[in-house]
């Protein structure tokens, strides 16, 4: 789906004015996804297909994709749904960092629990996430860019980006997955929805 991230746009700009660490996009989306996951569940599980069951996490420990010289690898931030956003930030670009000097481990590379990929970064709208084994779902950003939307019933140039959700029907009907998809949608438009789950 499409959602208006101008609200959001706005408010990483005056975070980022008000001095201190600089807040990353990647941090503040990382947290709506966290907080969506409080809500639904069912999309940060596994399926244990030798138990024959579905195994909920009661933390999320978050993959995410980064680029580098090797290619693709994807970090996983552990517990990332009790870490505010200055800490996410400062563990992505230690992650991103690592994986471009060729040092991340093993474990740093395993245990996620939910991937968040940010195609946007190359200039692209819109994707279809796969789902990172044994992960049950994942969520897609494009990049964000001005276009025409309707707002307050005017037509306006807002920040737009496309969201794309990937889940495993095993864990959950399209229901609860477009339920997190809507809450994500809606804390990208009004980030002060968010301030109900910190």
């Known amino acids: 789906m499409d959602a208006d991230a101008t609200e959001l746009m706005r408010a990483r700009t005056a975070m980022n004015a008000a001095g201190g660490p600089k807040i990353s996009l990647l941090a503040l989306l990382a947290r709506i996804c966290t907080a ?32 580098t010289d090797r290619g ?3 970090p996983v931030v552990r517990d990332a749904h009790a870490r505010d956003a200055e800490s996410l930030t400062a563990e992505f670009a230690r992650l991103t960092e690592a994986g471009r000097a060729g040092t991340l481990t093993p474990a740093d590379l395993t245990g996620g629990t939910f991937t968040l990929n940010n195609y946007g970064v190359f200039g692209v709208d819109g994707s279809t996430p796969i ?68």
């Not at 049950?136 to 496309?162: C, N």
Request: proline content about 5%.
């Open 36 to 67: 969506g996951l409080a809500r639904f569940p069912e999309l940060n599980s596994t399926v244990d297909t030798e138990a024959r069951e579905i195994v909920r996490f009661d933390h999320v420990h978050l993959g995410f994709a980064a680029q």
């Open 72 to 74: 693709l690898v994807v």
């Open 131 to 198: 789902i990172n084994h044994p992960e049950a779902a994942m969520l897609g950003v494009g990049r964000i860019v001005p276009k025409p939307w309707v707002h307050e019933g005017e037509l306006a140039v807002r920040q737009v980006v496309q969201l794309s959700l990937t889940f495993d029907h095993r864990v959950c009907d399209g229901g609860v997955a477009g339920g997190f998809l809507r809450y994500v949608a809606d804390c990208v438009e009004q980030p002060a929805v968010l301030l109900r789950t910190l």
